[in-house]
């Protein structure tokens, strides 16, 4: 059985998560920017994967998935697979850390307003591709 609407609400999810990055960005919570941001990707990528009838794993980081299934995806995304898969290998290295640090490391001391802005940007870049890819309008912002 497959869900049609999963995809969807997925990406419409995703929108409603970028902007509560902007919340966060205006809040100056930097390693809670890079955090929601790789959650946007992993929930956006998953979207043009249910889309494409492709099996979503529960993983954080799809792009080996996408990788192996590079010839089922939109061309438009084929163009920029490499760069989409990047952002969410890297988005995802720093999920746990962003969320809870370690015990050698403060989330608010180690992350900047260059890694927020860099994160919120890499996520700008993945939904709005794959709304196009999808031939869906990305919400006004």
Known sequence: ?????LAGDYLKRAGSRLKALEVLVAEESWPDVVREAQETVEITLKA???ACHIEVPRIHDVSPVMEQNRSRLP????EQ???LMSISKNLRRDRELA???SE???PSQFY???DASAAFSQARRVYET???AMGKQEPSR
């Open 75 to 78: 061309d438009r995304i084929n």
């Open 1 to 5: 059985m497959y869900n049609e609407d």
């Open 48 to 50: 043009l994967l249910r």
């Open 130 to 132: 794959v709304c196009l």
């Open 104 to 106: 050698d490391l403060t």
């Open 112 to 114: 900047s307003r260059d």
């Open 81 to 83: 697979l490499d760069e």
């Open 99 to 101: 969320f809870y640090g």
